[in-house]
């Protein structure tokens, strides 16, 4: 979790001038590969999955592309219709993630424009495989539970966003503002990181629940489902992530004392929204804890735990609240007492079906 300010830095390096993206370095085909995407179609599973989801949000806005995101294990046993000049896009930690590779071969024999992918390891199969590559540069990961690996990996997603949508009429000043908004990334999350004790000290709540419920809007949504899935995954607290605005769809009606609820704030279009989203649980007698930007105007209140973010760029903002999460499943985990690095019945990869 800590080295994620260097390991970010790392993924950009090479990647970026102060203004835009080096395309070429996707590979020296990139340009003539990405110049007439029409359709974008990720596939990943479980982090990576959630990073691709993130992703589907930067393409569509930026690119203007439409982008479809699919679990592996599903993509690979149903029939497709694929849209003329579909890029595939498969993202893994290890590269040699069993279903991912397996969809990944079905689509270079079903007619894809090219394949991209998004790896830790060189030298997998993912990545001999494939036809453009970006290396997360990570570093080792030794934890079961992702961490370092999922915020390079978005970080990889918005640099070839940014690289897609320059093909797509993306505005020069847009880029440069949203690649320097990238470059102030690493030291937002260092900035993160230093909330650790305050975080730590707010997890005591969980130790003693059984269920939490992870709310987020937007690009946001996909984050809450990784913050849910760490919870789950290191601590064995059974947690639920959902669209905020969904929330009055059937998840109220689990909403009480005994259910904390965590939401992620960013100061976006989205936040007055979440606001009232926020209410509805308050006036269920449920207890919130919110990770807010500090410009977002979130106050700490009763029945409303507020931590206070540094306010960042709307588009690079799942990167940073993803910290603020992976901390707090942390620390829940080492209150409870379980197995951080390696928790029960799950493998760091994941190489049969």
Request: net charge negative; charged share 20%.
């Amino acid at each position: 979790i800590h080295e994620q300010p260097a390991v970010i830095k790392a993924t950009m390096e090479g990647r970026l001038t102060d203004s835009h993206v080096l395309e070429q370095a996707l590979g020296t085909d990139a340009g003539k590969l990405l110049e007439n995407v029409r359709h974008v179609q990720i596939i990943a599973c479980g982090t990576s999955y959630h990073a691709g989801m993130v992703a589907r949000y930067w393409i569509e806005e930026l690119a203007g592309v439409p982008c479809s995101v699919e679990v592996a294990s599903e993509f690979r046993y149903r029939k497709h219709v694929i849209q003329q000049d579909t890029l595939f896009l498969c993202i893994s930690q290890s590269g040699e993630t069993a279903d991912s590779l397996a969809a990944l071969r079905q689509a270079k024999k079903a007619g894809f424009r090219a394949a991209l992918a998004i790896c830790n390891v060189p030298g997998s199969s993912l990545v001999r495989e494939s036809d453009l590559v970006i290396m997360t540069q990570a570093g080792p990961e030794i934890g079961v539970a992702s961490t370092k690996a999922f915020t390079t990996q978005l970080t990889a997603l918005l640099i070839f966003t940014l690289a897609l949508a320059r093909h797509n009429g993306l505005p020069e000043a847009k880029e440069t503002e949203i690649v320097q908004a990238l470059k102030l990334v690493p030291g937002q999350v260092a900035d993160v990181l230093a909330l650790d004790d305050a975080i730590a000290e707010l997890s005591e709540a969980f130790v003693d629940k059984h269920h939490s419920l992870f709310l987020g809007r937007g690009s946001q949504f996909p984050v809450a489902l990784e913050g849910a899935l760490k919870l789950k995954e290191i601590s064995y607290i059974h947690a639920e992530a959902y669209p905020a605005g969904e929330l009055k769809h059937g998840p109220l009606a689990l909403v009480d004392s005994e259910m904390p609820v965590v939401t992620v704030a960013p100061n976006n279009d989205l936040v007055e929204k979440l606001k009232s989203n926020l209410e509805e649980v308050r006036a269920r007698g449920g207890e919130l804890f919110v990770f807010a930007d500090r410009e977002a105007d979130v106050q700490s209140e009763d029945g409303i735990h507020v931590m206070q973010i540094p306010s960042v760029h709307p588009i690079t903002a799942p990167i940073v609240f993803t910290v603020p999460l992976q901390l707090l499943s942390y620390h829940v985990a080492v209150l409870k007492g379980t197995d951080v690095d390696q928790p029960r019945n799950l493998a760091k990869s994941v190489t049969v079906e």
